[in-house]
C-alpha cells in the first residue's frame, strides 16, 4: 500500500521567512496530493491540494509542487506569518476506493 | 451550515473497558472517515463508511468497529481497550464517496486516555 514520508518533523523560521515541507510517496498510481493544517485544538483543515496533471498550484501565499517521476511534493509558504504555526499533513491516494494516506506532520513555529 | 460534531471531547478509561465515539457529519454528506492521531504516528485511517456500508478499513485490530446509520451519523467503538489507545480520534466528512475526489471535513475530536 501507499506509505508517505514527511520532513522536517519540526521547523521554526522567522517571521517573514519562507517555510518549505517535503514529501515522498511510494505508490506510482498515486494522483491525489492535500494539505492539511491543523491548529492547536482543531481538526485538520484543508489548505492547498494538487492532482497529478498539474505540477505547481499556488493560491496567494502557499504553493505546492509535485514531481511525479521522482515521486515527491513540496508544500512552499511565503512571508510566513504567526497565525501560520501549526502542524502540516501531507496525503497521497491513487484512483479508486482508496482512503487518504498521510504523512506524519511537520510542526511549524513562526518567530515574531 | 454547521460542521463536523464529535462527542465526547474528552473521555478518561481504564484498560479493558470499552468506549463509543459518537460524530456527526456535515448535512448532506454521505462519507465519514475515522482517523487515530497520535504523536509518533500521526494520522491512521481507521476505516470509512458510506450509505451505512463500511468501504474500507485500516491496519487495526478487531477491537476497532464502527458503524453507520441512516442518517449518516457514524460511531465507534474500542473495545478491551489497551493503554497504546490513548489517542486523539478523528471523524471527517465528505460528500464524496471516495476520499480522493474532495475535501475532507474534520471534527475536533474525541481525546481518549486510557489509564
Known amino acids: 500500500g501507499e506509505n508517505v514520508e514527511q520532513h522536517p518533523s519540526t521547523l521554526s523560521v522567522q517571521e517573514g521567512d519562507s517555510a518549505v515541507i517535503k514529501c515522498t510517496y511510494s505508490d506510482s498510481a498515486s494522483n491525489y496530493f492535500p494539505w492539511y493544517k491543523q491548529e492547536l485544538g482543531k481538526g485538520p483543515q484543508l489548505i492547498i491540494d494538487?492532482?497529478?496533471?498539474?505540477g505547481e498550484k499556488k493560491d496567494q501565499r502557499i504553493a505546492v509542487t509535485l514531481n511525479k517521476t521522482a515521486k515527491h511534493f513540496s508544500l512552499h509558504i511565503t512571508e510566513t506569518q504567526p497565525e501560520d504555526s501549526a502542524v502540516y499533513f501531507c496525503?497521497?491516494?491513487?484512483?479508486?476506493?482508496?482512503?487518504?494516506?498521510f504523512g506524519k506532520g511537520t510542526r511549524l513555529s513562526v518567530i515574531a | 451550515k454547521a460542521g463536523v460534531t464529535q462527542t465526547p471531547r474528552y473521555l478518561i478509561k481504564t484498560r479493558g473497558q470499552q468506549v463509543t465515539l459518537s460524530c456527526s457529519p456535515i448535512s448532506g454528506h454521505r462519507s465519514v472517515s475515522w482517523y487515530q492521531q497520535t504523536p509518533g504516528q500521526g494520522l491512521q485511517f481507521l476505516f470509512e463508511y458510506f450509505s451505512e456500508t463500511q468501504r474500507n478499513k485500516g491496519n487495526f485490530p478487531g477491537r476497532f468497529s464502527g458503524r453507520q446509520f441512516s442518517n449518516s451519523r457514524s460511531e465507534m467503538n474500542v473495545s478491551t481497550l489497551e493503554l497504546g489507545d490513548s489517542a486523539l480520534y478523528l471523524c471527517a466528512s465528505s460528500s464524496y464517496r471516495v476520499t480522493n475526489t474532495g475535501e475532507l471535513f474534520f471534527g475536533e475530536g474525541s481525546r481518549l486516555t486510557v489509564l
Open positions: 496525503a497521497a491516494s491513487s484512483v479508486g476506493n482508496t482512503p487518504l494516506v
Open positions: 494538487i492532482r497529478s496533471n498539474v
